[in-house]
């Protein structure tokens, strides 16, 4: 065994350790505290504006912080992009549309804090007794907005109780991290490119902001970060896939809809769910070959 | 901030993905291949004359041929204003990424800037020498600067500059073609808008190009004409005429086509596409629909008739009008419509456009006047006079032989 593999498999360990302990803890610790931050966010009132002219609140990067993790990205160590092919799996069955994880990757990763820019987001699906399709909104629909909280934080509203509703469902949606994906196809600068070990990214200081992959995408997962003026998507946490930890929506969800890890390990948690599941992805006639896989998806899930 | 934020925000109804609610691409890429194509249908009105000899399109030739180089110089400002990071621009042409539609933009513009320059110049180069012997002062000295120092005018010298134009506008037919089928191309081959996604985008673009670039000659040349108080030429005209109405006829027929075949097919979304006509664009596809039709009544009516003389100019005037309304309209239907009717297809936008702003009506009314405004100059600096009746504008013909 070479000390390459070594690695590996201390690393491998290392990730189902946490595995295990994200497991017993997500649904009391972390979204305990995330729903923590999140009443703080609100008891602070207006304070979703920073003091250095930022969109988000404070405790999100601020502008300058931004400018100096693009100027100086962190090394990180004994990472090897070649040994690694992440997968992302959505366990549709589990998901009671809480909205923790939307709320935490808009704190991680900065994006902008309000209801029409997301890096994920979940979709409810409502069929009321005699229709043969579903409603469905998300949160950018004003409604699923917590009033008074400037656009940061969301909750599906109860807008269904006086009605007969024969099914109903959520579906969480990000990027797919498509195998063959249009935004990289039509990227003029090449400054968004398919990492080796799967994510999408993009290159922030080379983006031109054409939003060129922003019609490209098939699923709706980019935007314009107008601050910025430059395109924004998920990346499924790059920063801390690499370092050995889970998504920020991975970590936060309470019911294990969200499932994350490696597909060159047969026994990550990713590999068993697409193992033990018959597991299905969106819009397969676009030809991307998306790495988000879904277990209970209807129909109408576009 | 927050209004910087939010002001490209679209208002939906039925389900949209949440990013889609704001739209990506505003007015200002409406109007941008509407001014290739102003560019294209300029060029190749110039070219009928240049390459194939029409005499009846002599007098405007050089004219259409200003027309164009004044508006491909602006034909990119708009894509500028439109970016994120505008001061990145050449990024796409220093490292072009050759799997997008959009990489070979900066060279595919680049290239048709230069042709049109370097035919400009050949055709103009006769007039230069003459002004630079003419003229007095620090004109004198402009005009020697763009002889480029070459002011042989024998009648060798101008036999090799027109065969130099001629092998220009040659190269040029198909590159104005390529130019704004391309543009066709960039949103035809995206396949996640049902809108926009059809193998006859790059022809509608380029045959809609034709016509507009037709309807804007005679709009600017009747302008012209009645700025300078002299009378169009009868010939010019009607060959506008029958190429406007060649424009249209063809145009119509392709759009209804794509039309039908899009409502035939009637594939998953279709619902969505009629809500779309129903909707948010109902009003521009009166007008584009509309604009076509009456212009198309009017030609023909004009061609039964054989109308000649003021009649003609007025109708044609009216007629290039609509074309070039009719056409803007369209543009806006494909770029705004396909990004009104979400990606789900069970859902749509409405896009109100900023009226002050970077992205706003404000902008794009300036940048379309910008190459009004320069082709006045450089008609003052490179005159082109009608050039079939020299006689009638003795006084102001630079007649190259008197000169030397």
Redesign the interface.
Known sequence: MTTQDTKVEKEAGDLSRRDFLGLLGKGAACAGALVGAGSALASAGGGA?SAL?G?GPSFQQDDAQYAEAVKNPPKIPNYNWTQHKWAFGVDADRCIGCLRCVEACKMENSV?M?????RT?V?RYVYLEGSDHAH?????DIKNVVPGSKETRFKFDNRYKDEKVTKEFFVA?LCNQCEKP?C????????TYKAVDGPVLIDTK???????C??????????????????EKCNWCYHRITKGMQPACVEVCPTGTRIFGDRTDPESPVSQFIRNNKVSVLKPD??NMPNVFYKGIDKEV? | MEADVFHHIAPFVGFAYPNETEVPWSELIVIYPYITGLVAGAFVVSSLHHVFGMERFAPISKFALLASLCFMFFAPTPLLFHLGQPTRALNAVLTPHWTSAMAAFGYVAGFYIVLLLLETWFSFRADIVAMSKSRTGIMQKVYQVLTLGSDDVSPRALHTDHTIARRLAMIGIPGACGLHGYVGFLFGSLKTREWWSSDLMPVIFLLSAVGSGVGLLIVIYVIASWWRKTPTNNGAMEGLLYLLWTGIVVVVVIEALEMVQMLYKAREGIEGVFALIQGPITNSMIIQWGGSFLALVITSIMMLYNTKGKRLVFWLFISGLLMMVGVLAMRWNVVIGGQELSKTMRGLMTYHPEVFGRESLFTVATLFTAPFVVLYLAQKLLPTVWEADPEEHEDKVFDIHKAI
């Open positions: 504006v002219g969109v902008q309000d209801r029409n820019h997301t987001w979709e469905v909104d998300s949160i950018h949606k249009s990289v196809q039509v990227c003029p600068t090449g400054a080379y983006c031109i902001g054409c939003q060129y922003v019609q490209a995408c098939p699923y709706g997962a980019r935007s314009l970060n107008e601050a910025r003026g430059t395109a676009m030809g576009l």
